[in-house]
């Protein structure tokens, strides 16, 4: 069985501070991890991805994220938040077999303050 | 090169009645995953399929079902529906090799009365 929680519902920074976005998963097997981030009333839209290979990841619009296996944690940065970056953000694990469901977690919203 | 379609973008249907979604996956893309989005929640999966056949399922009950297509494009069916059920429904696609990212459709909400 797989679970991602992301801690903290909300989160607020002011434009151009550094965001952080955390996120814990469960796995009984090698992850894949993922940051998709969703705009009101849109679908959503992947940001990065962890398969296994650099433990850092970059992703668009600035954004990165570090697997620490020691950790279980996959946790999202951006060096300075951006108004745009206002929006909702999920962690999401899958395996890395075939017809590998995805699961997320409850989201955490990105309020940007000028 | 035409990402996920969904249609309807919005439904509004009356408890009890049944619903038809449906999803065409990304050009190259021959996996297709239905996920149900409540309000201020994560996506939950719903059900997979590939090869025309459902290859996995989540935690919902038989009044949901789906059809895969030859040409890969998906359904999803809702019966006998509940007011529990409004929701956005969010289709995503894959290429058959397993664990890579999945291409999200804009959703189609669907409001229970």
């Known amino acids: 069985a797989q679970s991602v929680t992301q801690l903290g519902s909300h989160v607020s920074v002011s434009e151009g501070a550094l965001v952080l976005l955390r996120c814990n998963y469960s796995s009984s097997v090698p992850p894949y991890l993922f940051w998709y981030v969703q705009y009101p009333n849109q679908g959503l839209q992947l940001l990065l991805k962890?398969?296994?290979?650099?433990?850092l990841v970059k992703g668009i619009n600035g954004f990165e994220a570090e697997f620490k296996k020691s950790e279980t944690s996959f946790h999202l940065t951006k060096p300075s938040a951006h108004m745009s970056d206002a929006a909702e953000y999920f962690c999401?694990?899958?395996?890395?077999?075939?017809?590998?469901?995805?699961?997320f977690g409850t989201g955490t919203k990105l309020q940007v303050i000028p | 090169d035409a990402g996920v379609t969904q249609s309807p973008t919005h439904l509004i249907k009356t408890r009890g009645q049944q619903v038809t979604l449906r999803c065409s996956p990304k050009?190259?893309?021959?996996?297709v995953s239905w996920y149900q989005q409540a309000l201020g929640q994560g996506p939950q999966f719903i059900f997979q399929?590939?090869?025309?056949?459902?290859?996995q399922r989540g935690n919902f009950p038989d009044r949901f079902s789906g059809h895969q297509f030859p040409n890969y494009s998906s359904e999803l069916n809702v019966n006998a529906l509940l007011l529990g059920d409004s929701a956005l429904y969010l289709c995503?696609?894959?290429?058959?090799?397993?664990?890579?990212?999945?291409?999200f459709g804009p959703g189609t909400r669907l409001t229970v009365t």
């Open positions: 050009s190259g893309h021959d996996t």
């Open positions: 962890y398969t296994s290979a650099a433990t």
């Open positions: 399929y590939y090869e025309e056949e459902e290859r």
């Open positions: 999401a694990v899958s395996g890395s077999g075939g017809y590998q469901k995805v699961t």
């Open positions: 995503a696609s894959s290429p058959r090799t397993g664990g890579s990212e999945q291409y």
